[in-house]
Each structure stands twice: as structure tokens, then as C-alpha cells.
């Protein structure tokens, strides 16, 4: 199976998404090979929900709160994600990590609190540029995937997101690419056994239409988490096509 998620970040106003999704399900039929998703900020998931409501297009957020209610001002809770319609929650993105400190001990309690919501967990990866200078990029993967050691069997995604691809219009090399993703779904299945095999990994950081097609040949790439080129239902859609052809 594979799979397509937009990510919105701190992106687009309601006037935005409904153009988005005007342009976007004019072009877009449902395909049974390819899930495709998209995260908006907060405010627009319920505008999302109906927008997309019954054509194949899930919900996810991008953040969510690992205690289950509370005193927890501006925080919003996997529940409440999963109220509005949310099927996913996209966990320990890079500008989470960076700019909101979550640590891994973090996300090993996010992770469950998802689930137990009903909601699958995305789950990002990825090395900083010091990091992967230093030849360190597997032991930081390895780390950052150890969470999954007692995370239990459940759905899962995972995204593989080099820091240093993300937004810079600098995606990494299909050699790259290769090499972590075969590494992460090695640690998949040491972690989940044989249920690792199936866990899908996304690749994300400075995808586009031009330079997909090359990214889903490599073995164990089964999709794209796309920030910036998201933004555009064209160029969204045809990341889309690409991703249907050949499934
Ligand atoms: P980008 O972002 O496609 O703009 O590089 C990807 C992401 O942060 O998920």
C-alpha cells in the first residue's frame, strides 16, 4: 500500500482550503493501492473533514496531546482529533523536536495515547545535517526508533525525514534514501517482528512532482510526506498520479 500525506504546517486560511480542495477533487479519483492524507492546522480540521468527507482523502493532525484531558492550555487532545474525524496523527515531526523540544520519552507516551484514541500515529525520523556529517544518521534513526521496542502491535506509519531536506529544496540522494529506509525497516521488524515488514515508510523532505517517480523506485519507499509542495493542488495531485501508476 502506499501512501501520500500533505502537510500543512502553520499554512492556509479557510478561504485557501476550499480552493485547495475545489481544484484538488476535481482531478482526484480514490485509488485502492494509494492512501492519500492531509494535515491542516488545527483550526481547518473541521473544514477538512466535510471538505474531503466520503472521497477518499483522510484527516490527520499533526500534533496531539499525550494525557488524555485537562489543564493543558492550547494543547489539544488525540481524542478531540479523532472527534473531528481525524483517522491519523502525525507524531515527533522535525520542527516539533526543534522548535517545541519533544524528546523521544515523549513520544513514546504520544504514541499509545493515538492509538488508544483510535488513531494511527505517523511517526517522523530523520537526522540533522551535524548528525549525518558526523556519520552518525543510523545510530540517530536507531534511537529515535527505539520507542517502537515497547510500543505494542498497533497501526503505524513511518516517515523518514533527513532534517536537512526539509523545506531547503535539497531532498536526499536515492542512495540516501536507500540506505535509511532499508535500515529502518530492519529496526521495524526487530522491534515488531514479522508486522514490521508491512509498517509503510514515507519519505519526506523537499519532494515534488519533478523528483517523485525516482524516490518511489527505491525499495522500501512507500510514499511521500510533502510539506511545501502540498500547498498546491496541482502539484499535490500530481504527486497523486505518480503515486497511483504502478501500484
Ligand atoms: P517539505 O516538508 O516537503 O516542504 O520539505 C516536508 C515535511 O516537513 O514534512
Redesign the pocket.
Known amino acids: 500500500m502506499r501512501m501520500l500525506?500533505a502537510?500543512w504546517?502553520m499554512n492556509h486560511l479557510r478561504a485557501d482550503l476550499e480552493a485547495f480542495a475545489s481544484t484538488f477533487l476535481q482531478g482526484y479519483g480514490a485509488h485502492p493501492g494509494v492512501r492519500v492524507g492531509v494535515a491542516p492546522p488545527f483550526p481547518l480540521l473541521a473544514p477538512a473533514w466535510a471538505a474531503f468527507e466520503g472521497r477518499g482523502v483522510e484527516i490527520l493532525g499533526q500534533n496531539g496531546h499525550q494525557e488524555a484531558k485537562g489543564a493543558f492550555t492550547g494543547e489539544v487532545s488525540m481524542a478531540q482529533l479523532r472527534d473531528l474525524g481525524c483517522a491519523g496523527v502525525?507524531l515527533g515531526?522535525?520542527?516539533r523536536r526543534q522548535f517545541f523540544g519533544e524528546t523521544d520519552a515523549l513520544l513514546a507516551r504520544k504514541l499509545p495515547a493515538a492509538r488508544s484514541n483510535g488513531l494511527e500515529p505517523l511517526l517522523?525520523v530523520g537526522e540533522r545535517l551535524e548528525e549525518r556529517e558526523a556519520g552518525r544518521t543510523l545510530e540517530v534513526l536507531g534511537s529515535q526508533l527505539a520507542i517502537l521496542g515497547d510500543s505494542g502491535p498497533g497501526p503505524l506509519t513511518l516517515?523518514y525525514?533527513p532534517v536537512w531536506?526539509?523545506?531547503?529544496?535539497r531532498?536526499a540522494e536515492p542512495g540516501q534514501v536507500a540506505e535509511a529506509h532499508h535500515f529502518i525497516r530492519v529496526e521495524l521488524v526487530r522491534h515488531l517482528g514479522p508486522a514490521g515488514e508491512s509498517v509503510p515508510i514515507l519519505y519526506?523532505?523537499?519532494?515534488?512532482p519533478e523528483n517523485f517517480d525516482e524516490l518511489l523506485a527505491i525499495p522500501n519507499v512507500a510514499g511521500?510526506?510533502?510539506?511545501?509542495?502540498?500547498l498546491d493542488p496541482t502539484k499535490f495531485l500530481a504527486l497523486v498520479r505518480s503515486a497511483q501508476v504502478n501500484v
Open positions: 500525506v502537510n504546517k502525525i515531526h522535525s520542527e517522523c516517515a525525514e531536506a526539509i523545506g531547503t529544496g531532498r519526506g523532505g523537499s519532494v515534488t511521500g510526506l510533502v510539506g511545501g509542495a502540498s
